[in-house]
Nanobody
Framework: QVQLAESGGGLVEAGESLTVSCAAS????????MAWFRQTPGTDREFVAG????????FYADAVQGRFTISRDNAKNTVYLEMNNLKVDDTAIYYC????????????????????WGQGTQVIVSV
């Protein structure tokens, strides 16, 4: 099974950009569709963005469409989330998620998350 480790979170000001990464190990990365979710205290994890195994297809939540970009490098076993024009409401712990069959969090997967999670990375956006 795949192990996931996020990195790159931090404190930024509103309007700035930040890229978080998720490194995979333990299994063939290109066999997994990937997604980013985020969570704030007292709420459920919400889907942010997803990407197919080849990287051909990407999916975004309405709240981040046009500001965030998900990408992957299968040679480096890494998925990225580039976040631009960050807003205070983007403050959350960001988790990467993997599924062997369908892009997690999308209509194709029935909005279900995959079986594998990382430990999360904190993103704080200040005014």
């Amino acid at each position: 099974q795949v192990q996931l480790a996020e990195s790159g979170g931090g404190l930024v000001e509103a309007g700035e950009s930040l890229t978080v990464s998720c490194a995979a190990s333990g299994s063939t990365f290109s066999n997994y569709a990937m997604a980013w979710f985020r969570q704030t205290p007292g709420t459920d994890r919400e889907f942010v963005a997803g990407i197919s195994r080849s990287g051909t297809n990407t999916f975004y939540a309405d709240a981040v469409q046009g500001r965030f970009t998900i990408s992957r490098d299968n040679a480096k076993n890494t998925v990225y989330l580039e976040m631009n024009n960050l807003k205070v409401d983007d403050t959350a712990i960001y988790y990467c998620n993997a599924d062997e069959w369908k892009v997690p969090g999308t209509a194709v997967s029935g909005r279900q998350s995959g079986d594998y999670w990382g430990q999360g990375t904190q993103v704080i956006v200040s005014v």
